[in-house]
Nanobody, 121 residues
Framework: QVQLVESGGGLVQPGGSLRLSCAVS????????MGWYRQAPGKEREFVASIGLSGSTNYADSVKGRFTISRGNGQNTVYLQMNSLKPEDTAVYYC???????????????WGKGALVTVSS
């Protein structure tokens, strides 16, 4: 069974930095894309960043130039380095893993339980 566990959340002042980690356990076959989403109080969950197996990345416009997503060497860990944090970045951050067969059929969608990031002075 695939499980995702986030860590690294916490309280940080505006302008500060924080790094989130997501560890994936269980067997993953085929192609996968890992990503981060966030949900602020009273708002819907939104896309933050994603990274493919090849290392290709995508970012939401609101975090471009400030956040960096990366994978660990073993491909079972994904990181989100967050710099120049703003109060509006306050949210619960969720790790996501989407898997595809080698034929390109989506066959799995997994979520972590989330890590709270609070940006406040």
């Amino acid at each position: 069974q695939v499980q995702l566990v986030e860590s690294g959340g916490g309280l940080v002042q505006p302008g500060g930095s924080l790094r989130l980690s997501c560890a994936v356990s269980g067997s993953i076959f085929g192609i996968n894309v890992m990503g981060w989403y966030r949900q602020a109080p009273g708002k819907e969950r939104e896309f933050v960043a994603s990274i493919g197996l090849s290392g290709s990345t995508n970012y939401a416009d609101s975090v471009k130039g400030r956040f960096t997503i990366s994978r660990g060497n073993g491909q079972n860990t994904v990181y989100l380095q967050m710099n120049s944090l703003k109060p509006e970045d306050t949210a619960v951050y969720y790790c996501n893993l989407v898997t595809y067969s080698y034929g390109g059929v989506r066959n799995g969608d997994y979520w972590g339980k989330g890590a709270l990031v609070t940006v406040s002075s």
